[in-house]
């Protein structure tokens, strides 16, 4: 039985960060939404290019982290003021300063797994394996390349136009990327 290959997306690389820059914006500017860049080091100015929000995630973290704070003090309260009150050395049974290093453990906890669900959540992490690293698109990109790659399933792709305007962008070197279509790639 022949394996079929499904073409999943389009990957363009360039010389230079500036380059990756420009052609960012032009493929903003297109109208394509399922798309991303890839770097071999952090790029001043891609996310703009890109047209990215800014990300919820400290917002998240923060209010589960706050959720960790006000969980420590009920869980602190209950346990010394309701359910086993011990009065000791004339100390009122809630006695916040001495909750103090729980409320910062916990806020610390729920501050960190949030970060971290969140992020393997936002990233699709989820992913046993990608298209980009069955080509040998990746060992080039993280040594001393910079490549856009335009995702199939966005509503403006079809081969021939992603490749125009990839070309129109200024790439130097075209790759479609292709998956067997009866893979399973995501374990969420």
């Known amino acids: 039985m022949a394996e079929t290959k499904k073409l999943v ?28 860049c890839h770097t071999p080091y952090p790029v001043h100015g891609i996310d703009r290019a890109m047209g990215l929000k800014s990300s ?9 982290g706050f959720g960790g704070v006000g ?3 009920l869980m602190q309260w209950w346990m010394s003021a309701i359910d086993f009150p011990i009065v000791i050395g004339g100390k ?3 006695s916040w300063p001495a909750f103090v290093p729980i409320t910062f453990d916990l ?5 960190s797994l949030t970060a971290m669900g969140s992020i393997v959540a936002f990233c699709k992490l989820g992913k046993w ?7 040998d698109l990746m060992a080039k990109i993280t040594s001393d390349g910079f490549a856009v790659v335009l995702n199939a399933a966005d509503e403006h792709f079809s081969e021939d136009s992603s490749r125009a305007l990839l070309i ?11 998956e067997l279509e009866d893979e399973d790639t995501s374990f969420l």
């Open 129 to 135: 394996h990608s298209p980009l690293h069955d080509s």
């Open 92 to 94: 009122p049974l809630f």
């Open 9 to 36: 997306g389009m990957a363009g690389l360039f010389g230079s960060s500036d380059d990756l820059i420009r052609a960012a914006r032009h493929i903003r500017d297109a109208g394509f939404r399922r798309w991303d």
């Open 168 to 178: 129109e962008a200024g790439c130097n070197d075209i790759r479609p990327l292709f």
């Open 71 to 73: 969980l420590a003090m």
């Open 107 to 111: 806020f610390v906890l729920f501050t």
């Open 56 to 64: 919820p995630l400290a917002i998240i973290c923060l209010t589960m």
